[in-house]
């Protein structure tokens, strides 16, 4: 959903998302938006459990390698055998997106990165998921140069798709990959601090919400074997100390 809808939602102005101020976000608004996500914020997946943390390098055990993780030994989700925005693991990776739970989101959506063929428009659309999640993740860590990079790099991958199979991504998200790479960088520009949270709770940090706009599956787009300046030689790499 974009800001725009959400904030008609919330009975907020009209212009309260928009980009003329793209460096503020009233902590008003901040503060309404947030505090009724939840309610607004569907579940794809909603017979499954969100992990008991929302992990932040550095400031709870790792989720598979520490005994202690939410993971540890366990496959929350089963491997993905292909890349498809009908599967289980898409939805799951929006869920886990929507609700602040960004490291999560981007172990999801790697799964599928990995699958994908290379070259493919669906390949780039799930490295500009992957370095979207890492952006999260650095939001709420408050590293902001952090978030901007890896902002600016899921944007530059998500305008690649402007004209390959958009209106099947667009049905997928709730809104076009150019719109998406537009919401993403003015949320990594906000400026102001997050309210404090406890240890581990989630924290949405975006103010929109992904998810497929006629409110079912999104359609499969697995077998679009259409070209992409995307070459997928680099693995979006793990989320580090930066």
């Not at 929302?54 to 400031?59: E, M």
């Not at 055990?61 to 292909?82: C, I, K, N, Q, T």
């Not at 428009?121 to 490295?127: D, E, G, Q, S, W």
């Not at 992904?210 to 079912?216: Q, T, Y």
Request: aromatic residues 8%; hydrophobic residues 40%.
């Amino acid at each position: 959903m974009p800001p725009g809808a959400l904030a008609e939602k919330l009975f907020l102005p009209a212009g309260a998302f928009r980009s003329e101020h793209p460096f503020r976000m009233s902590r008003v608004c901040y503060t309404a938006l947030m505090a009724i996500g939840a309610m607004l914020r569907r579940r794809w997946l909603p017979e499954k459990s969100f992990p008991s943390y929302a992990y932040l390098p550095g400031r709870q055990p790792h989720p598979v390698r520490h005994p202690a993780g939410h993971s540890y030994h366990s496959e929350a989700m089963p491997l993905a055998a292909e890349a498809s925005l009908d599967s289980d693991i898409f939805l799951w990776g929006l869920d886990l997106f929507n609700h602040g739970y960004y490291w999560e989101a981007h172990e999801a959506w790697e799964d599928l990165w990995q699958v994908a063929d290379r070259g493919a428009p669906l390949r780039t659309l799930f490295k500009g998921l992957i370095l979207l999640s890492a952006a999260g993740v650095k939001i709420r860590e408050g590293k902001h140069a952090a978030a901007m990079r890896h902002a600016g790099r899921a944007a530059a991958l998500l305008r690649r798709l402007t004209n390959t199979a958009e209106h099947t991504f667009e049905h997928a998200l709730g809104m076009s990959p150019a719109a998406l790479a537009e919401h993403a960088e003015a949320a990594a520009r906000i400026a102001a601090a997050l309210p404090a949270t406890a240890l581990g709770q989630p924290q949405p940090v975006f103010d929109f919400i992904l998810g497929p706009s006629s409110g079912g599956r999104p359609i499969n787009s697995q077998k679009d074997k259409q070209s992409s300046v995307e070459d997928g030689r680099n693995r979006p790499g793990p989320l580090g100390p930066d």
